[in-house]
């Protein structure tokens, strides 16, 4: 089993940063990618941005050049850089590890941007 864990989100008016981090830990095995998505109420849940094993990356577009995805490969843990924040950008983020064998999902962090 792989256990998920995210950490940074918060509050934080438009304009601004927040690095949100995600750690993998147990039998991790062969990592195929680890990426992020987020959701609001009553929407369906949508891909921010994912690093592949191979280090190339996708972001959505509505993120493209404000967020950063990076990965620490020592540590299976993944961060997302956000700046420039907007209100739009104001849901549940949460964080997605996929390997040979399955895929599994952290229980989310909420980031919250204020006008």
């Known amino acids: 089993q792989v256990q998920v864990v995210e950490s940074g989100g918060g509050s934080v008016q438009a304009g601004g940063s927040l690095r949100l981090s995600c750690a993998a830990s147990?039998?991790?095995?062969?990592?195929?990618?680890m990426g992020w998505y987020r959701q609001t109420p009553g929407k369906q849940r949508e891909l921010v941005a994912t690093?592949?094993?191979?280090?190339?990356?996708n972001y959505s577009d509505s993120v493209k050049g404000r967020f950063t995805i990076s990965k620490d490969a020592t540590k299976s843990t993944v961060y997302l850089q956000m700046n420039d924040l907007k209100p739009d950008d104001t849901a549940v983020y949460s964080c997605?590890?996929?390997?040979?064998?399955?895929?599994?999902w952290g229980r989310g962090t909420q980031v919250t941007v204020s006008s």
């Open positions: 997605r590890v996929v390997n040979n064998y399955s895929s599994y």
């Open positions: 147990g039998r991790i095995f062969r990592l195929y990618s």
């Open positions: 690093r592949l094993h191979n280090n190339d990356t």
